[in-house]
């Protein structure tokens, strides 16, 4: 029986750190990131496994979710800052995955896990934006050394199915650089659901305007739903975050705001571990808007590389090292998957038809 990790444990820890890095070419192998004699993507493979992804067709890591539809609507201030045909349009189509961070297709959602939005918006001259967001303020990895040192830490005890306390406090404790990120992910108080939480990109990117222009950004896509704390919030439903996302788009639409943080002279644009002044400019690029949600198994969602390396013009990547990582594990993962025989998801399309909570504890 899964049991929820007590927050600012270890276990939590693992919960955080594992999920952000998880996320998608070539790119990190080609640029050089990876020496073949040393570090591979397939040894990454090896790690996650070792981390718990089961394989049988699921993501390495945010292997739990469900996918939603709706549309994006560009603001005047987003089309100011990039010259992208994204932020020209009106109602673009958006896909997007809700989930959990870990690597574990069939864990109860609980109030303790981190979460994550993935997102696939289109133009209609064919401009293609992705984005992959989670809900931690910070990364706890500043680049790929630490990334794969963090994987053998996160090696599951075959017993417990946990990480070993001791070696994820080690790997922080042998890193100083990113005793910010941690105070930060163990301060961050979590929401009552999906619905009302704000997920970061975590890496930077560069903007380029109509003038040739760039301005560095982070991305964070904010609820503009209420704020309710997890305390209190949880349920004996194995799924009840993902039903109560649809009991709430069965109701009425929900909407995200994609706010850009923008950098100064002074924040550390190629650095996802350090934090940006709070005083930076926040710029609304946008609004994504959700109306319909499906199980993974009956939408393109549940395949999709959501490759936050995949931009169009006028959207480029910063010096970030993880970003090429991200994309190099992403369709290394996608590559592996896709060779898989897929198990059912946890969030069956008989749960996005018939959302009602359980209440036995037994439920899915």
């Known amino acids: 029986m899964a049991h929820s990790p007590r927050k600012g444990s270890p276990a939590r820890w693992a919960a955080v750190i594992l999920p952000p ?16 004699s040393a570090i591979s993507p397939a040894h990454f493979m090896q790690r996650f496994h070792n ?8 993501r390495r890591a945010h292997a739990k979710g469900m996918c939603a539809t709706g549309w994006f609507d560009p603001s005047p201030e987003g089309q100011a800052l990039s010259r992208s045909g994204i932020f020209k349009g009106k109602h673009l189509p958006v896909m997007g995955r809700f989930s959990l961070a ?3 297709p069939y864990l109860p959602d609980n ?10 918006i289109r133009s209609s001259t064919g401009d293609d934006w992705r984005l992959a967001l989670v809900d931690v303020p910070l990364q706890s990895m500043r680049d790929v050394a630490d990334a794969y040192a963090f994987f053998g830490a996160a090696k599951l005890n075959p017993t417990t199915q ?16 990113l005793k910010t990120a941690f105070e ?9 659901d999906l619905t009302n939480d704000t997920y970061n990109s975590l890496d930077s990117f560069i903007l380029t305007d109509s003038t040739g222009k760039k301005t560095a950004v982070r991305w964070a896509v904010v609820a503009q739903e209420p704020f309710s704390p997890a305390e209190g919030s949880g349920a004996n439903d194995k799924n009840y975050l993902f039903k109560r996302l649809v009991q ?12 850009a943080t923008i950098a100064r002279e002074e924040d550390p644009v190629n650095d996802p571990s350090q934090p940006w002044d709070e005083a930076d400019q926040k710029v609304t690029v946008g609004t994504v808007t959700f109306t319909k949600a499906s199980s993974e198994d009956e939408s393109p969602c549940g395949s999709m590389v959501f490759d936050p390396t995949i931009l169009p013009d006028g959207i480029g990547v910063s010096g970030d090292p993880l970003l090429a990582l991200r994309s190099t594990v992403y369709m290394r993962s996608y590559a592996t998957r896709s060779a898989e025989h897929k198990a059912p998801s946890m969030v069956t399309p008989g749960d996005v038809t018939n959302p009602t909570l359980t209440t036995d504890g037994k439920g899915q």
Do not use: M
Not at 53 to 58: K, Q, T, V, Y
Not at 168 to 176: C, G, H, K
Not at 184 to 192: D, E, G, N, P
């Open 102 to 104: 870990p690597p574990l």
């Open 162 to 177: 946990k990480p070993d306390p001791a070696a994820v406090q080690a790997y922080a404790a042998q890193r100083p650089w």
């Open 111 to 120: 109030p303790a896990v981190a979460r994550s939005l993935s997102l696939q």
């Open 21 to 36: 890095l998880c996320l998608g070419g070539l790119l990190a192998w080609t640029a050089g990131a990876f020496s073949p």
């Open 51 to 58: 981390a718990g992804a089961p394989g049988d067709g699921f």
């Open 184 to 192: 930060q992910a163990k301060a961050h108080q979590q929401t009552s």
């Open 248 to 259: 709430t788009l069965n109701q009425r639409p929900l909407r995200w705001d994609i706010v």
